[in-house]
Nanobody, 125 residues
Framework: VQLQASGGGLVQAGGSLRLSCTAS????????MGWFRQVPGKEREFVAA????????YYADSVKGRYTISRDNAKNTAVLQIDDLKPEDTAVYYC???????????????????WGQGTLVTVSS
């Protein structure tokens, strides 16, 4: 299974970005997909996740209201829409995939089986 993340870039504060993550490879079932981000020198942190069967979404408190995660079942793609970008959103964003179950903690990295390569988001003030 491979995850391909895309959509990062340089944006001015107040702008928007749309990150995509597509899963491909051998036969698998998607139970949940999540996004995490990491700033150099800091630990990677949870941003958002989506239950693939029900579409229920989960967000870190710090991004609620500006981040929206959605899914395209037919394309095995999760999308993270980021609005009103702030300089503190600058980070490498990673998508993650769980092919085992959807009842474990969405915020825990250990509950995801596959990871994308990361896409850099830079927000200028």
């Amino acid at each position: 299974v491979q995850l391909q993340a895309s959509g990062g870039g340089l944006v001015q504060a107040g702008g928007s970005l749309r990150l995509s993550c597509t899963a491909s490879g051998r036969t698998f079932t998607i139970y949940k997909m999540g996004w995490f981000r990491q700033v150099p020198g800091k630990e990677r942190e949870f941003v958002a996740a989506i239950n693939w069967r029900h579409g229920r979404t989960y967000y870190a408190d710090s991004v609620k209201g500006r981040y929206t995660i959605s899914r395209d079942n037919a394309k095995n793609t999760a999308v993270l829409q980021i609005d009103d970008l702030k300089p503190e959103d600058t980070a490498v964003y990673y998508c993650a995939l769980d092919v085992v179950d959807d009842y474990t903690d969405y915020k825990a990295e250990s509950n995801y089986n596959y990871w994308g390569q990361g896409t850099l988001v830079t927000v200028s003030s």
